[in-house]
């Protein structure tokens, strides 16, 4: 018999009788406010072996799995308890999955080494903990999440797998392969019948592109899947290998743009070698993420500024940008440095003036910084303190100078209405010998409603340039499309959902007619599999692991 993940199983029969004695007590006087008051009445009527209102979540359990013992009324009644901490104002949630540790033949001086985890993880991380007690098995690591998401109240029908653990390309083929295809295994099991009748219902493909297939119908549908790996692993093979796995977006570990700094790091990369993948990834439509590392030894608040500023120069140009001031874990290398008075970290202060600079001077509005610290505890490291709230002393900061940051994290919607009609603005710019477009919808203060990346590749301006791949000649390329909303069924039809989904066609519309204004023949857009289907209504063909349209 399956039971979730920190459900304890010995409690299962008091929390039926609690609830049972609930229900009874509820029906005297319904009203979905007083089951509050109604839990705490009979928790100090009865012994049970629990003393307070349990999780939520555990109750949830219950109600599904004991689904006929309770009135329907009851079973609504008790969601108005359900607070779910909003994970994901996108509408897609994400699925974070750690592969084995054994990831990174590499040697940081700032990397955690510690034997039993993946390189570059610190063990306090959730998914990791998460990874750990199921031993690194991706379907058990993503069935446990998408379980606990529904018993948290969400709807998990939209997900982003982010793929955990180091340098991904150094895993052999073999690996990655099994372990993407057992992430769509689970993501196609129906999680709900897992949930209430506690028999496993493992969905189990023949092969990676069969459980792909499966996917694009599936109850859970992944709409994107992300990797972290290091600039010099990014080849024509190794992006093949990525395509049909179905990743859709590339992390890469760019740490700072000084070749001198990189080397004493013994990082062993260089800023040719990040052009280089950047160009790659980005003219076969893949979304790029920077990794940057300010406060690394050797440099300062000086140079980390100059990194900033080259990163949106046209060779660079990520889409997102995660930041993670260097800290000290206590098995690196660093602490050598430390105790012999190499290095000495940044003050605070200093930290927050340079993160207060790059939001305000440098970021332009089509970037996300989707992280400014890294979410350790403070007992994995040695220093700095970096306050777990840095993001928001930083935009207090900002806001006492009167200025706003503008990248999209800053900007976007969240699940708030919207002011007035939502306006269409256009910004292009040069990146990675290609024309970037960012297409957003704002609305009038200002907020990101959605917006499109599409890409007007080299190998159309350049013919000197060939495609990676075959299907993409004279194509132009969407990379990215997002729109901002709750995590809404993708069946339902209510009045935000469709005002967000027209949002999206509109954007697609506008990215046909901008390429066709320039006389190209055709789009490809790089989608995750789950989205297929979306891309199929609206005239495209899957043609390489692309959703290609023919414009005429
Ligand atoms: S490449 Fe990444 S995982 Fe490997 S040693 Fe360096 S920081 Fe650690
Ligand atoms: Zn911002």
Avoid at 27 to 40: A, D, E, G, H, L
Avoid at 350 to 379: C, G, H, Y
Avoid at 455 to 463: F, Q
Avoid at 520 to 545: D, F, M, N, P, W
Wanted: proline residues 6%.
């Amino acid at each position: 018999m399956f039971f979730p993940e920190n459900f304890p199983p010995n409690l299962t029969e008091d929390l039926k009788n609690f609830l049972l004695l609930a229900q009874e007590k509820w029906q005297k006087n319904k009203s979905p406010k007083n089951i509050k008051t109604v839990f705490r009445a009979v928790l100090k009527e009865n012994k049970f072996l629990f003393k307070n209102i349990p999780p939520i979540w555990w109750l949830r359990f219950i109600l599904l799995r004991w689904e006929k013992n309770f009135s329907p009324e009851f079973i609504k009644a008790t969601k108005s308890l359900i607070k779910t901490k909003v994970r994901s104002y996108s509408g897609i949630l994400p699925v974070a999955v750690f592969t084995k540790p054994v990831g990174c033949p590499f040697h940081c001086l700032y990397c955690p080494e510690t034997k039993t985890l993946p390189k570059s993880y610190l063990k306090d991380e959730p998914a990791l903990m998460r990874a750990l007690r199921e031993n690194f098995d991706p379907y058990s690591q993503t069935r446990n999440r998408l379980i606990s998401l529904a018993l948290s109240g969400h709807n998990a029908n939209k997900v982003e797998i982010i793929i955990k653990g180091g340098t991904f390309s150094f895993y052999s083929q073999k690996y990655r392969q099994k372990f993407v295809k057992e992430v769509f295994d689970a993501a196609n099991s129906d999680i709900l019948k897992i949930i209430k009748t506690g028999k496993e219902n493992f969905s189990k493909s023949k092969s990676l592109i069969e459980a792909q297939k499966l996917n694009e119908k599936a109850k859970t549908r992944i709409v994107g899947i992300n990797i972290e790996t290091r600039p010099d692993f990014i080849t024509p093979q190794e992006i093949e290998f990525l395509r049909k796995l179905g990743v859709t977006h590339v992390e890469l570990g760019v740490q700072i743009l000084d070749d001198d700094i990189l080397k004493k790091i013994n990082r062993q990369q260089m800023v040719s070698q990040v052009i280089q993948a950047t160009f790659l990834l980005k003219e076969s439509g893949f979304k790029i993420t920077y990794h940057l590392m300010p406060n690394l030894p050797f440099s300062s608040p000086e140079k980390d500024l100059k990194t900033f500023k080259k990163v949106f120069t046209s060779s660079f140009s990520p889409d997102h940008l995660k930041i993670y001031p260097t800290v000290i874990p206590k098995e690196s290398k660093l602490k050598k440095l430390i105790e012999n008075k190499v290095y000495r970290p940044y003050s605070l202060k200093k930290l927050i003036s340079l993160l207060v600079k790059v939001k305000t001077e440098i970021i332009p509005p089509w970037v996300r910084i989707s992280r400014l610290a890294r979410d350790v505890s403070e007992k994995s490291i040695l220093a700095p303190k970096i306050p777990s709230n840095l993001r928001e002393i930083v935009l207090g900061e900002i806001k006492k100078l009167g200025k706003k940051c503008q990248c999209i994290r800053c900007r976007e919607i969240k699940d708030k209405p919207w002011k007035g009609t939502p306006k269409l603005r256009i910004f292009n710019y040069s990146a990675s010998e290609g024309k970037e477009y960012f297409l957003e919808f704002i609305d009038n203060n200002h907020h990101c409603l959605g917006f499109l990346r599409l890409r007007i590749p080299a190998y159309i301006l350049n013919p000197k340039i060939k495609p990676l791949f075959s299907v993409l000649k004279d194509a132009a390329l969407i990379r990215e499309l997002h729109i901002y909303g709750p995590a809404t069924p993708l069946a339902q039809k209510d009045l935000l959902f469709t005002q967000h989904r027209n949002l999206g066609k509109k954007l697609i519309a506008k990215a046909e007619k901008i390429t066709k204004k320039l006389k190209i023949k055709k789009i490809a857009v790089i989608s995750g599999v789950g989205v297929r289907e979306y891309y199929r209504k609206l005239g495209y063909k899957l043609q390489q692991t692309y959703m290609v349209k023919n414009l005429k």
